[in-house]
């Protein structure tokens, strides 16, 4: 009995032993896990929670009118961070009974102009979140983008994010064990995005927004490009984006200048005049009895005067079918040219490709062919599908920015140039291979349109109320299916002997492009001079 008592204590105190041992092994190996193998790992941690890095928000760089006036700009905002004991920060606008060391300033992006200039700036929002963490390649130097951060999304703010998004800066700062600040460490301090300047009007804008009261598209340059005023309707707040924008029907956030394709009409007969003109088909001594009519099998193609007044314009030459928009004339000379060659200088004066402004989502226009239509629908061309191209109709569209782009050129006597908004030096242009007296024809035939006897009417006391201002323009008028109203156009360019404006409004379903279009370039024109 008292051998099995021994026994019993003698391994009730080995196991005693054995497990206190085991206690320490234990403890030892989780020592040494804590300081040896994991002790940087805690000592980062004791550090996060002891230092923070506090994020100093930059400045996005202002977008500028030519003369200074702010397009985009910034209002500073104070904002609280409030540290929490655990390591994290909360940045809130709530400032009751915050410390003074709780105070950092941050930005927000208004736009003076509202809607009138909406999509020429674009405007920003939250960066996505498959973004967040990640650097943009085009501007890396920038450092990754942070969950809340603001970016371009259309217009100049996309374009130019790299230059006017600034670099943000960081406070390192300790916290005792409240989470409340004790000293700075140290501090980087931001930089603020690069200021743009652009070309545009401040006035001339103001302006033109004005002006845009219906559906459409405008746009206003000089003669090499630079972009003095531009506009899209209907039109947004971006100091004011709500979901409803979205969802409106009639399209808001689109930008109809750069992406929206219409039918020209009258005002792509420059176009099939030099076209015929290069190709030598007509010269300047050709004329044309106009019938008033042509018929082809049992299809009847009109001129606009025959239909409305039942009139017929007579023997007329090129000049006076330019300024009367004479469409028998232009069947005619479309017939001889042919839709290939139409087709050919079409691409000569870039009117089926993007112009490369600097905004995203431009668009181009198309200027159908043969092969085009064999290709899309599986048809043959007609000599109406010809008829219908040498006025603008049919299936040609152009966009209102290809347009203008367009008539700079003759303007500029075969000089074509890129729009931009950017303030240069100098613009990218190219010079088209074009016979200077057929240009100059083209010309005399437009300034006749803004005389008397021309269809410009609102234009026809322009010199006598600007001082001998000279001025060549075109009207355009372009059905849109067989019922509703058409697309109004309406551009020009003037002086003529040294151009130093070019501007091109279009009214989706406006109606007539003399009597909609028409008095809203007239008040662009005037105001130009005015000044």
């Not at 100093?56 to 409030?82: C, M, Q, S, T």
């Not at 193609?301 to 023997?315: A, D, I, Q, V």
């Not at 091109?504 to 105001?527: H, L, M, W």
Request: glycine share 10%; proline share 5%; with cysteine.
């Amino acid at each position: 009995m008292n051998s099995f008592s021994n026994n019993q204590g003698s391994w009730l105190s080995w196991f005693l032993r054995g497990t206190l041992i085991l206690l320490f092994l234990i403890l030892f190996v989780k020592l040494f896990e804590v300081q040896i193998i994991k002790g940087n790992y805690y000592r980062a941690l004791s550090e996060e929670n002891r230092i923070r890095h506090i994020p100093i928000p930059a400045a996005r760089g202002r977008i500028l009118a030519k003369n200074g006036e702010a397009l985009a700009d910034n209002v500073a905002i104070k904002k609280r961070i409030k540290f929490a004991p655990n390591g994290g920060i909360t940045i809130t606008e709530d400032l009751t009974d915050a410390d003074p060391s709780e105070i950092i300033t941050d930005y927000k992006r208004v736009y003076p102009l509202g809607d009138k200039f909406a999509h020429g700036t674009g405007y920003l929002s939250v960066v996505s979140e498959d973004k967040i963490k990640k650097v943009n390649p085009d501007c890396p130097e920038k450092g990754t983008r942070t969950s809340g951060m603001l970016v371009g999304v259309t217009g100049l703010e996309a374009q130019y994010e790299c230059s006017l998004l600034g670099i943000p800066g960081e406070e390192l700062i300790e916290v005792d064990t409240q989470g409340k600040k004790t000293r700075v460490l140290g501090i980087k301090n931001p930089i603020a995005g690069t200021d743009l300047m652009t070309s545009i009007d401040y006035g001339l804008q103001q302006e033109l927004a004005s002006y845009m009261d219906k559906k459409g598209a405008a746009i206003v340059t000089d003669a090499n490009g630079a972009i003095l005023a531009f506009y899209s309707s209907p039109s947004f707040d971006p100091n004011n984006l709500t979901s409803d924008l979205f969802k409106n029907t009639d399209l808001p956030l689109f930008n109809r200048v750069i992406s929206g394709t219409f039918h020209p009409g009258s005002v792509f007969k420059p176009l099939v005049a030099l076209a015929a003109l290069e190709e030598g088909v007509i010269d300047k001594n050709f004329k044309y009895d106009d019938p008033g009519v042509i018929t082809v099998n049992t299809f009847s193609y009109n001129n606009w005067y025959f239909t409305e007044y039942g009139r017929r314009e007579g023997l007329i030459d090129l000049t006076r079918a330019m300024a009367r928009s004479t469409d028998t004339f232009f069947y005619k000379i479309g017939e001889m040219v042919g839709p290939i060659n139409i087709a050919k200088w079409a691409n000569v004066f870039d009117l089926d490709k993007i112009t490369g402004i600097d905004i995203p989502g431009e668009t181009k226009g198309l200027i159908p062919t043969p092969e085009w239509k064999r290709k899309t629908f599986n048809e043959s061309w007609f000599l109406g599908d010809t008829y219908n191209i040498s006025i603008g109709q049919g299936d040609v569209s152009v966009t209102p920015i290809e347009l203008n782009t367009f008539i700079s050129a003759i303007a500029n006597n075969g000089k074509i140039c890129e729009p931009h908004f950017l303030l240069k030096d100098s613009s990218i242009c190219n010079e088209i291979k074009v016979t200077q007296k057929n240009l100059d024809l083209v010309k005399e035939g437009m300034k006749a349109a803004c005389d008397s006897g021309g269809t410009a009417y609102t234009f026809f006391d322009f010199g006598e109320k600007n001082k001998g201002a000279t001025v060549a323009c075109k009207t355009g008028t372009a059905e849109v299916g067989e019922t509703g109203e058409p697309n109004a156009w309406f551009t020009f360019f003037s002086p003529i002997e040294n151009p130093q404006v070019v501007a091109t409004i279009v009214f989706e379903k406006g109606g007539q492009g003399s009597q909609i279009a028409g008095p809203v370039a007239r008040k662009i024109a005037d105001y130009v001079y005015s000044r």
